[in-house]
């Protein structure tokens, strides 16, 4: 079915950088487009990113774009999210989600890792 | 403000049928699949259904759902406790080249 699981949130200053990571098991992972998802405290969710099976297309929300970049490895089975130039308003859960294929739906998810910029 | 609307809450008694509408634009629902997803709190998004109308290996026929031009809906029916849950639909978005998401609906078994 396979699995995800997050690392590397925490908590950072205003504009400071944090690097998250997405750890893949059970799935042929190079096969698979990959997403970022957030969620702050209490609210819905966020499309963050989007990264097809070989890196070639990339999107960002316009709420990130120029200050996120995803990426991955394939031959490490890991997708990434490098953040700069944090602000209050990135403070959320951050998930990473595969993309069915064939699909658009996000087929299986990480737990989530909480990213919390302050002060 | 969400660029998928969603009722913010829906309730029902055990055993009632439900629906959740989700609104969206050409861009979006006009032109694209409706996906689904349930949420119980402190857990990760779960899909409940995809390209419109189809349910992922598990998830009980109980669920459907449907979209007609710019708009989709999912019904719920024998409504169990275990339902009660926050429920968000989602889109690609060809104007933002990216997914927009409803702001979800709190669903209530009352």
């Known amino acids: 079915q396979g699995q995800l699981v997050e690392s590397g949130g925490g908590v950072v200053q205003p504009g400071r950088s944090l690097r998250l990571s997405c750890s893949a098991s059970?799935?042929?992972?190079?096969?698979?487009?990959m997403y970022w998802v957030r969620q702050a405290p209490g609210k819905g969710l966020e499309w963050v990113a989007v990264?097809?099976?070989?890196?070639?297309?990339?999107y960002y929300a316009v709420s990130v774009r120029g200050r996120f970049t995803v990426s991955r490895d394939n031959s490490r089975n890991t997708l990434y999210l490098q953040m700069n130039s944090l602000r209050t308003e990135d403070t959320a859960v951050y998930y990473c989600?595969?993309?069915?294929?064939?699909?658009?739906?996000?087929?299986?998810w990480g737990q989530g890792t909480l990213v919390t910029v302050s002060s | 403000q969400s660029v998928l609307a969603q009722p913010p809450s829906a309730s029902g008694t055990p055993g009632q049928r439900v629906t959740i509408s989700c609104s969206g634009s050409?861009?979006?629902?006009?032109?694209?699949?409706v996906n689904w997803y349930h949420q119980l709190p402190g857990t990760a998004p779960k899909l409940l259904i995809y390209?419109?109308?189809q349910r992922p290996s598990g998830v009980p026929d109980r669920f459907s759902g449907s979209k007609s031009g710019t708009s989709a809906s999912l019904a719920i029916s024998g409504l169990q406790s275990e339902d009660e849950a926050d429920y968000y639909c989602?889109?690609?978005?060809?104007?933002?080249?990216?997914?927009?998401f409803g702001g979800g609906t709190k669903l209530t078994v009352l």
């Open positions: 989600a595969r993309r069915k294929i064939g699909a658009d739906g996000l087929d299986v």
């Open positions: 059970e799935f042929t992972f190079s096969n698979y487009a």
């Open positions: 990264t097809s099976h070989d890196e070639s297309i990339k």
């Open positions: 050409s861009s979006n629902i006009g032109s694209r699949t």
């Open positions: 390209n419109n109308d």
């Open positions: 989602a889109a690609w978005d060809d104007s933002l080249n990216g997914v927009v």
